[in-house]
């Protein structure tokens, strides 16, 4: 009940781009409702953890577009398996959000025979409730 009503939305989460940010995103989101609401009827959470490995070469390597293109597979699978919006729980990951961002808004325009039924996807910056 984020500003008057019940929140019962399904939130995506791409982590494992460093373990501490997915638990911390994790935590934030399930105490926060807790804290608002008094009960544990949380938002569901899907956690797609992907192997930081691959992300931590294409960082050294300068293989942004790879990332990227990495990130949006994930988002995508995130909203398949029934996210209602998803978020990147990391910092450094901002320098490819624009294109990630532009990508996902652009795959939720398809047609709905295309899209997952649970509808489109928004990926939000930095903190996972817009207030």
């Known amino acids: 009940m984020f500003g008057g009503e019940k ?4 939130i995506g989460i791409l982590g494992g781009l460093s373990p501490e940010s997915t638990v911390t995103y994790y935590h934030y989101i399930t105490r926060e409702y807790y804290r608002r609401l008094g009960d544990y009827g949380h938002p ?7 192997n930081f ?13 790879t990332a990227a293109e990495k990130m949006i597979e994930v988002m995508i699978s995130l909203r398949k398996a029934g996210a209602d919006f998803g978020l990147i729980a990391s910092n450094t990951m901002h320098i490819v959000f624009d294109e990630v961002q532009r990508r996902i808004r652009q795959d939720c325009r ?4 295309q899209r997952s039924s649970r509808g489109s996807s ?3 910056r ?4 817009n207030k």
């Open 7 to 10: 929140m019962h939305r399904r």
């Open 44 to 50: 569901e959470i899907i956690i797609y953890s992907v």
């Open 53 to 65: 490995q691959e992300f931590v070469d294409w960082q050294k390597q300068g293989e942004w577009k």
């Open 110 to 113: 398809r047609p709905k025979r």
């Open 122 to 124: 928004l990926l939000h």
């Open 126 to 129: 930095d903190t996972p409730f």
